[in-house]
């Protein structure tokens, strides 16, 4: 199963301390192990693009939607055998951190209607 691990940081961080020595470090222990199979930093949210659905189309405006405490900084798509496993990989990475990190799972086609009304015991 394929999930993203999603890194939240402060909001105004700069992109070089979701690039620092100890996320790579992370994802070369992820790239190692077999499990990584993508990851990158992202551009602060002052250099976004948000798209709006609009009665005459669509709306463009440069910048983020909202302000926000936090900002998705980096993320990396893990490819393991269960949810527990992906946790365990956010948790290593947290660790050398202390960030905020949201894993969710990749879902595609048939497996989105299972998923979505699927219920995870324990969890919230």
């Known amino acids: 199963m394929k999930f993203m691990l999603a890194v939240l940081t402060e909001y105004g961080a700069t992109a070089a301390g979701a690039a620092s020595p100890a996320w790579l470090d992370c994802a070369q222990a992820m790239r190692k192990a077999g499990v990584l199979v993508e990851d990158g930093t992202?551009?602060?949210?002052?250099?976004?693009?948000?798209?709006?659905?609009?009665?005459?189309?669509?709306?463009?405006?440069?910048?983020?939607?909202?302000?926000?405490?936090?900002?998705?900084?980096?993320?990396?798509?893990?490819?393991?055998?269960?949810?527990?496993?992906?946790?365990?990989?956010?948790?290593?990475?947290?660790?050398?951190?202390?960030?905020?990190?949201?894993?969710?799972?990749?879902?595609?086609?048939?497996?989105?209607?299972a998923a979505v009304s699927a219920k995870r015991p324990g969890r919230t």
Do not use: K, M
């Open 42 to 113: 992202l551009e602060p949210p002052a250099t976004s693009t948000t798209i709006r659905a609009a009665n005459s189309g669509h709306v463009v405006s440069d910048g983020p939607r909202s302000r926000a405490d936090r900002q998705l900084a980096r993320y990396f798509i893990i490819d393991v055998a269960s949810a527990d496993d992906a946790a365990r990989w956010a948790a290593g990475c947290a660790v050398a951190r202390n960030e905020a990190i949201v894993i969710r799972r990749c879902l595609r086609g048939a497996e989105l209607p």
